[in-house]
């Protein structure tokens, strides 16, 4: 069912507990603990967190001011460093780009094995699924958490006969429970015109959020192809927060990350959803205003 969803043969997917679990497996078995694994900073926790977990050392690159990959100074640190294994959230998370393909292409040519994290396709339409089924130093990893089902913790991973076989010996018997699998399985089959009208009702969404965003004077929006946006303003990220709190809205504070400073995010939702953020926003910024 997850093969037909995805269009691959059963033979080139492993689902695992979330693709969380995907992460952990692959920063198990790819090279051996003391090769470095490559990241660019700010992206998705888990790929750190994994690392950590097995003392596994850490080659990180801070985005350009695009919050797309630097290049030439990744290049220059996989030559020095070493690293062997690579994740790269494509879109990103939290910053909502996708980066310059060939940069990605460009770097692996270095002899990096590289886990392109997919958890918001649906959202962006754009993949390496193909170079996952025909390399062997490629993966995709998606997941069902971004469309409606995170607590259900299924999350796949697209790749190489020869890859699944290697990695599926890190995995544990019977990961994915039994309810899950049945509940996934309605979801991409009887649900699955309800999630498709979601998903277009989400991307058309961000797009008016987007250009709301834009005509709003104080608010600095950036271009997304996930379902949330990535905003900064002038104000202290947290007070700002608070004051959207007040009005009902929560939305995430990420201007702790680096390259982020005041800098929030916020999930797409509903249209009246959507509206009610815009209005908390407008007011919190007036407050805001009046306050500095
Ligand atoms: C949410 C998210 C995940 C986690 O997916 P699960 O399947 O819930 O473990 C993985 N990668 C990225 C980039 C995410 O944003």
Known sequence: MLAEYAGVSEENLLVGNGSDELIYYLTLAVGEFYMPVFIPVPTFPMYEISASLFGRPLVSVELDEHFDLPLEESLKKVEEEKPVLAFFAYPNNPTGNLFTRYKIERLREEGLFCVVDEAYYEYSGESFKDEALGRTDTVVLRTLSKIGMASLR????????????????????????????????????????????????????????????????????????????????????RELQQELLKRGVLVRNVSYLPKLSRCLRVSVGKPEENDAFLNALDESLKALSERY
Do not use: C, W
């Not at 991409?188 to 709301?212: C, I, Q």
């Open 154 to 237: 299924v999350g796949y991973m697209i790749a190489h006969e020869a890859v699944v076989k290697e990695i599926k010996k890190a995995k544990l018997p019977f990961n994915v429970s039994g309810p899950s699998q049945v509940l996934a399985r309605v979801l991409l089959t009887e649900g699955r015109a309800f999630l498709e009208e979601k998903v277009k009702e989400v991307v058309a969404e961000r797009e008016r959020l987007f250009d709301e965003l834009s005509k709003m004077p104080l608010v600095e929006v950036f271009p997304s192809r996930a379902n949330f946006l990535l905003f900064r303003t002038p104000f202290p990220a």
